[in-house]
């Protein structure tokens, strides 16, 4: 399980929501998750370790419907990619 500062992915999605509300239900805020998790290449099923590419994504969850959004923890620079954090 892999941890980050929730505020700083507040603070961007301030920057870059505005502060929008859910847009299934229109009456939600969100409560985002204080984990990254991780999407992984479809294997048939198999659980392959080590091969393909993984997207770090945090869910940010409409607090009324449960509307979840995932937000690249990359792009959103929560994380840092695999060759920066080995530096
Ligand atoms: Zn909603």
Known sequence: MSKYKPEDLIKHLKEK??????????VGNWEVQDS???LRQFSGGDL??????I???????????????L???LVAKL????KEAQS
């Open 48 to 53: 392959v370790v080590g091969t393909g590419p």
């Open 71 to 73: 937000i690249n923890a």
């Open 79 to 82: 994380v840092k990619r695999p």
């Open 55 to 69: 997207v770090p994504v945090v869910p940010v969850v409409c607090s009324n419907c449960g509307n979840t959004v």
């Open 36 to 38: 990254v998790f991780e």
């Open 17 to 26: 929501w505005g502060g929008r509300h859910c847009p299934l239900c229109t």
